[in-house]
């Protein structure tokens, strides 16, 4: 196990606010949603993984709920979905499977034994070619290419052992968070830099920028944002509940988040999606009392806003 030492190293705004021509006179809601780039996913309770088409407001099921699932991911070219699941009959094993969204082809798979046969989860590089396996109680980050073979293993840092999920930088960096710092490892695994050391008791969640400019993450229950070295912090997002799971637009022009999270049992958490302008300025987001632009997504043909209860992608 390699143990870190700290290395102390330090788009143009598309408003939300739209013209009224622009807006379908039926439903203004479609009509904003219908301005948002790229293809929203998420997850909700025993459905599966939705998928969500701005273009045409329309959802549509990506992934059937399957009870061996552990987590997934998607390309960050949005050709292919990644999937970490139990293996029938092997309780100590993981199976990731790559596989086309278009046409489920599969691409790459491979079996991966955490110690102690803990479930493993991943995420894959920007590049496709890796996947970022995140801690379990016995391990800490380990890296493989889509055969499974491990390139890097980052266990601690100072001598503290690494816990929290990492994510991709778009130079296929890792991003994560470590007690009270935000850090960035180099390409080859083998050093970490300070991004940011925060003054908050409850933080986590870091999300990048597709250009890798702006991060940013849930701390003291709502959402902030700054720039990717750390400065220009502000809180974007208040209410009277809290934020969760921010994710950004493919233009970086707007963030996804889950608002009024809440726990709804032992393993249980539900939240509903909205989308806000990632331009630094806070939003009020509970339901009724939104400020302007922020955007409830609720799709063609369906009355309440979209909930979620895991992982959003938005790509």
Known sequence: MKKLLIW??????????CRKDAIDPENPIIGEIKKL????????????????????????LLLPDNIRRNNWDISWDNQAVLECA???GDYQ??????????????????????TGGDIATGRLSPDGQRVA????????IVITDLGGNILADIYSVANEKIDETPIWMPDNTLLFAHNQYLLKTNREFTRVDLIK??????????????????????????????????????????????????????????????????????????FYLKVIP????????????????????????????EAGDGRMVWL
């Not at 929203?40 to 407001?57: S, V």
């Open 8 to 17: 102390w190293s330090c788009l143009s705004l598309l408003s939300a606010a």
């Open 93 to 114: 094993a993981s199976q990731f499977t790559v596989s086309k969204i278009a046409d489920g082809t599969l691409v790459k798979q491979f079996t991966y034994y955490a």
């Open 197 to 270: 050391e925060f003054e908050f008791n409850d933080w986590g969640q870091p999300a990048v920028s597709r250009d890798g400019s702006k991060i940013a993450f849930v701390a003291s229950k709502h959402i902030w944002l700054m720039n990717a070295d750390g400065s220009a912090m502000k809180q974007v997002t208040t209410s009277n509940a809290a934020e969760t799971n921010p994710q950004f637009s493919p233009d970086g022009n707007y963030l996804l988040i889950g608002t009024d999270y809440h726990i709804t049992g032992p393993f249980g958490s539900l």
């Open 86 to 88: 139990d293996v029938a």
């Open 278 to 305: 990632a331009d630094g300025r806070q939003y009020q987001v509970d339901d009724g009392a939104e400020s302007e632009g922020v955007i409830p997504i609720i799709p063609a043909g369906k009355n309440n806003i």
């Open 133 to 140: 396996i995140s801690p379990t109680f016995h391990d800490g």
């Open 37 to 60: 780039p790229g293809t929203i996913y998420y997850k909700w309770a025993d459905e599966g993984i939705f998928k969500l088409d701005p273009k045409t407001a329309s959802r549509s």
